[in-house]
């Protein structure tokens, strides 16, 4: 591993819109579910809005020592009744910058999500990855998720 | 398959609780989990109270023609940056009463849901189903879900 990246871990703001869409579209799986274009299509701010509404829900940035965007990921926090009525939390999106991997970053975004998760009481955090994203496997395992469940998903 | 039951999928109200913590603990998985009390931690209310707070998350039931809260969903619906902006659907907690299995009530709910979730604006319903649940994962292929990704879990 490179020399680990020192980052900030802070709330996305609507000024990053652009470098989160931009590192979810330079992905061999995201890449044909994104426009990149400029201005870019307002659907994605919408969304920023949204997310930015729901408590229960943090969008996240890395941002490295001069202030560029490197890597996000979401976190949702789910009241449920299951496990006596623990939240669970769900981490999604997670993205490091091409030119910023394997030097800590996604491990920084994570630790922090898993922390965040359980003070707020969740009892468990799940997360789905593709089934080729083997490296991102590993990397779950060696955080200390397992691969516990199948992921089942349905497109329209 | 026996009979296709007729059921009401409904919302969830605070006098169902006690039923849909008795269809989770009825299970191998969940069993562990749960705790049956009379009257019930109180933990389980204040969760139900979270979800009813969350515009975002729906908790169904199923009601047979008696009356009795046969069967159970979480539906949460999650704003996001990726797809361009699109929301996620999360399908949680599937459960249907033992005795009234392989009567297609959990079909019933899980295409509720997914219709719902369309309806909102998803692009993509998820849910994580544990590697051990073969029949739940030939069910959830049966209504179109692919087994697209590993989910991973961290418990607490």
Same mark, same amino acid.
């Given at each position: &591993?490179?020399?680990?990246? *020192? +980052?900030?871990?802070?709330?996305?703001?609507?000024?990053? $819109?652009?470098?989160?869409?931009?590192?979810?579209?330079?992905?061999?799986?995201? %890449?044909? @579910?994104? @426009?990149? =274009?400029?201005?870019?299509?307002?659907?994605? /701010?919408?969304?920023? =809005?949204?997310? =930015?509404?729901?408590?229960?829900?943090?969008?996240? $940035?890395?941002?490295? %020592? =001069? !202030?560029? +965007? $490197?890597?996000?990921?979401?976190?949702?926090?789910?009241? !449920?009744?299951?496990?006596? !009525?623990?939240?669970?939390?769900?981490?999604?999106? $997670? @993205?490091?910058? *091409?030119?910023?991997?394997?030097?800590?970053?996604?491990?920084?975004?994570?630790?922090?999500? +898993?922390?965040?998760?359980?003070?707020?009481?969740? *009892?468990?955090?799940?997360?789905?990855?593709?089934?080729? @994203?083997?490296?991102?496997?590993? /990397?779950?395992?060696?955080?200390? /998720?397992?691969?516990?469940?199948?992921? &089942?998903?349905?497109? /329209?």
């Amino acid at each position: &591993m490179a020399e680990i990246a *020192k +980052v900030t871990i802070r709330p996305a703001r609507r000024e990053d $819109v652009g470098a989160i869409v931009a590192m979810l579209a330079d992905d061999p799986l995201g %890449g044909g @579910r994104e @426009r990149i =274009e400029d201005p870019l299509p307002s659907s994605y /701010f919408n969304a920023f =809005e949204a997310v =930015e509404r729901d408590r229960n829900i943090r969008l996240l $940035v890395a941002e490295d %020592g =001069e !202030g560029a +965007v $490197v890597g996000c990921l979401q976190l949702c926090i789910l009241p !449920g009744l299951s496990s006596q !009525g623990a939240s669970r939390g769900l981490i999604e999106d $997670v @993205r490091v910058a *091409k030119h910023c991997r394997s030097r800590g970053i996604g491990e920084q975004m994570v630790t922090w999500a +898993v922390a965040e998760a359980r003070a707020r009481g969740c *009892k468990l955090v799940e997360l789905l990855t593709h089934h080729t @994203r083997i490296d991102a496997q590993r /990397f779950y395992e060696r955080l200390g /998720f397992a691969r516990s469940h199948v992921g &089942m998903t349905i497109r /329209f």
